[in-house]
């Protein structure tokens, strides 16, 4: 089992930076890939970045790769989110997300965390 919780979220303006970290427990984090979701209010369910095992292989949603970078770090369990250039299309609850490679890039996952809201205003 792995315990996924979020946080980082926030209210900022178009064009900002905002970071958003996992922290993930239980004993076999390393052997999952790791992946970011996002939910906007009337929406389904979106894949934003998923990275492998080891953090290599970093792949990302047309809609914000050259923007968001995902960093993964085994050591201490947890896996970022670094956001820049937000837009306001980028509003939604965004989940940190853990399954095999296959899942995550196609939008699913053995363990979810509960979310944590990012607004971005024009």
């Known amino acids: 089992q792995v315990l996924l919780v979020e946080s980082g979220g926030g209210l900022v303006q178009a064009g900002s930076s905002l970071s958003l970290s996992c922290a993930a427990s239980?004993?076999?984090?390393?052997?999952?890939?790791m992946g970011w979701f996002r939910q906007a209010p009337g929406k389904e369910r979106e894949f934003v970045a998923a990275?492998?095992?080891?953090?290599?292989?970093?792949h990302y949603a047309g809609s914000v790769k050259g923007r968001f970078t995902i960093l993964r770090d085994n050591a201490n369990k947890t896996v970022n989110l670094l956001m820049t250039e937000l837009k306001p299309e980028d509003t939604a609850v965004y989940y940190c997300?853990?399954?095999?490679?296959?899942?995550?890039?196609?939008?699913?996952?053995?363990?979810r965390g509960q979310g944590t809201q990012v607004t971005v205003s024009s």
């Open positions: 997300a853990a399954g095999s490679w296959d899942q995550i890039v196609g939008g699913r996952a053995d363990y």
């Open positions: 239980g004993p076999r984090f390393s052997t999952y890939s």
């Open positions: 990275v492998n095992w080891s953090g290599g292989l970093p």
